[in-house]
């Protein structure tokens, strides 16, 4: 596989954690290094272990999981959605931080990199690139988390809206656009 290809699916597949980080810029009210560090690092590993577990484990693995992935995704991006609903209507400071707490992070990072599972049994033709292939997506995926939490979080300076509100909604239709993708376009 050449390594624009192998360029190609790491966007592909960072774009959720983009998405979703820019959702966590937008919902944080301050930039922490901590906070972006782990965000950065949850989603780009998530993104590059997911489809390296599939690679490991096979096809047997995707039959399991491919009948709920997408309800699993839509629970957990839901959930975290709602969550980000309900604080943007609170006025404490600390419910309104909740999204940074780790736990929500790593809840994020299993949500954004269930699609990423399938995309490992694509790389078992290519077991002697799959550190390259790996490293790659990983890369990648941080890079796209760090620039989409740092526009969240400029982005909502210049905006006088309910960006919080915003962001929950954002979660909520990625949610339900997984869900649509997997029970009516496939």
Known sequence: MDFLTILLIAVGLAA???????????GTSRIEVGDLTVTSLLFGLFQGLMPLFTFLIGVEFIRYI???????????LAFIGAKMIRESKSEQEEQHNISTKISHTFLL???????????????????????IIITTITL???????????MGYYGKQHLHINVELIGGVILIL?????????LFLQ
């Open 16 to 26: 959720d954690c983009f998405a979703v980080s820019v959702c966590k810029g937008i």
């Open 66 to 76: 491919s009948p709920i992935d997408h309800w699993i995704a839509f629970a957990l």
């Open 109 to 131: 990072a299993v949500a954004t990199s269930i699609d990423a599972l399938a995309t490992g049994i694509v790389f078992v033709p290519y077991a002697s690139q799959i550190f």
């Open 140 to 150: 990648v995926s941080m890079a796209a988390s760090v620039a989409g939490y740092l």
């Open 174 to 182: 990625m949610g339900a656009k997984i869900l649509f993708e997997h």
